[in-house]
């Protein structure tokens, strides 16, 4: 069985002999192995960033730049590839793993514009015979630690930017799907990126404390769970580290009476079931305004849930399924459990998914589409995230009270409106309280060109990720104030200098 190593100095590196089994979500079985990093390892990933980074952040924007260009062609030529590793260690359908893939180079194809994005600013003649400008700097040594759920796309929101703007890098990616990452650090050697610069190390979560408490790593970015990104960000940001930690999320979607409901049922079904729920800008609840509405809505998606075809994420000369498997047996049991509690709490359930079984699959881990009406803001399954392919409807009388319904949730990710009134729109993008809107659009995840991040505890620290706030977080700001004096200076100045 092969074994997915650390990538540390440029080369694989399989100094422990301790491994976890990696297993393909569809059957069940393991597939590879994963080299858990000691201590030490980590220490020299970071150490190898470190001696890396005085060269390549003194490498011309232009050449970072180029260095990125041929990794997005890289990518591109070995999309396949990537999307069969993807779907065999998370277990998301084959077009989705493209997509993954695609809104990941699109941050590449975002951070090839580095030498416009970090031209700073200039002003000449601020006072007589002087001028200002300011320069963007690299911080140092970055790290980031990303989620099983995209194991491309979310260390692409990171590592583009940190390098182009002439950081270096240290990733620990998860030890459910590790190797798209290794395979994307020797697509980076191979585009022309010095040793050192990118680093992967699988290591645990304690071994894991080094990359945002080490005196050598200057910034950490982390997506995960909200009880992990608030201690991260509470850790690092005590040993002096900038930290950008995203959380959970429940997101919601407000149904108005006169959306148009073929097109609303539509997108539901894929932001709901997409990726077997395992989004965190999945849609897992629906506020319908009204009774008829949520009947409406019921009677639309029954057929469509109970018909959703559900197996292996690439199927060889068929027709793809709609949904995988999700990730784990832990995780199975997982969104199972939270099942049986919307069952216990009294939500109505509309279609069961819990019985699932794919023939030829039953080792895979399967959970059907499942669909609750009647679920109310004391229930479970409405404060806690699923992470799974869940979705509860519940019942207002009008748009005031669905508003302050989603408001009131602890998590404010994404939120989206179905309405064909621009009034009712543009008030729920003006009012809610979430980072990312959606108006008729189930999943508003940002272009690469605009920053992802969300309000209250879905994120911790200031900064957004990719975008221009991702280039900010990347660098820090440095102004130089200048003035070229013609003759000497006889007069020594005591008093607060001004300019003008």
């Not at 995988?324 to 199975?332: F, K, L, M, N, Y």
Request: net charge negative.
């Amino acid at each position: 069985m092969t074994i997915t190593g650390n990538f540390i100095g440029g080369k694989i590196v399989l100094s422990s002999k301790e491994t976890l089994p990696v297993y393909d979500p569809a059957t069940g079985d393991a597939i590879r192995e994963v080299a858990l990093s000691t201590a030490q390892d980590v220490s020299d990933a970071i150490q190898a960033a470190e001696e890396a980074f005085k060269g390549w952040s003194q490498t011309t924007s232009l050449r970072r730049a180029r260095v990125l260009f041929n990794f997005k062609m890289l990518m591109e030529q070995h999309v396949d590839e990537l999307a069969g590793i993807i779907v065999s260690e998370h277990g998301k359908v084959w077009s989705d793993a493209l997509g993954e893939l695609t809104r990941g180079i699109e941050v590449v194809e975002f951070a090839c514009g580095i030498p416009h994005l970090m031209k700073g600013e200039y002003s000449s003649d601020v006072g007589s015979g002087v001028d200002s400008y300011s320069l963007m700097q690299p911080l140092g040594v970055v790290a980031g630690i990303t989620p099983f759920n995209f194991p491309a796309m979310v260390p692409m929101w990171m590592f583009p930017l940190a390098l182009a703007c002439g950081n270096s890098f240290v990733l620990k990616p998860p030890a459910l799907a590790p190797t798209a990452a290794v395979r994307m650090a020797e697509l980076l050697k191979e585009a022309g990126l010095p040793d050192g610069v990118f680093n992967v190390v699988h290591c645990s979560n304690e071994d894991a404390e080094q990359l945002y408490t080490d005196p050598r790593v200057a910034a950490v970015s982390f997506v995960g769970s909200s009880g992990v990104a608030e201690y991260i960000y509470k850790t690092a940001s005590a040993h002096g580290k900038r930290v950008q930690a995203f959380g959970a999320a429940k997101n919601h979607a407000i149904v108005m009476p006169d959306a148009d409901l073929d097109a609303t049922v539509n997108a539901i079904m894929g932001g709901a079931f997409g990726s077997a729920g395992e989004r965190c800008m999945a849609l897992p609840v629906v506020v319908a305004v009204g009774n008829e509405t949520a009947d409406k809505l019921i009677t639309r998606l029954k057929p469509l849930i109970e018909a959703l075809k559900v197996g292996p994420g690439c199927l060889r000369g068929g027709d793809e399924n709609e949904m995988g498997p999700v990730v784990s047996d832990t995780h199975q049991k997982k969104v199972i459990g939270y099942i049986d509690k919307g069952v216990s709490e009294g939500a109505t359930i509309v279609v069961d998914g819990r019985k699932l079984r794919v023939p030829g699959y039953e080792k895979g881990y399967y959970i059907g589409g499942t669909l609750f009406d009647h679920v109310t803001p004391e229930m479970t399954i409405w404060r806690e995230e699923i992470f799974g392919p869940v979705l509860g409807i519940v019942r207002v009388a009008d748009y005031a009270s669905a508003l302050a319904l989603v408001n009131s949730h602890e998590f404010g990710n994404g939120s989206a409106v179905f309405t064909r009134s621009g009034h009712t729109a543009r008030e729920f993008v003006h009012d809610v309280q979430a980072g990312m809107v959606g108006v008729n659009v189930p999943v508003p995840v940002p272009m690469a060109f605009h920053s992802f991040g969300g309000w209250k505890r879905s994120v911790f620290g200031a900064l957004n990720v990719h975008g221009p706030d991702g280039v900010r977080f990347y660098t820090r700001m440095k102004t130089a104030t200048v003035r070229w004096q013609q003759g000497e200076q006889t007069v020594s100045e005591f008093s607060m200098p001004t300019l003008g």
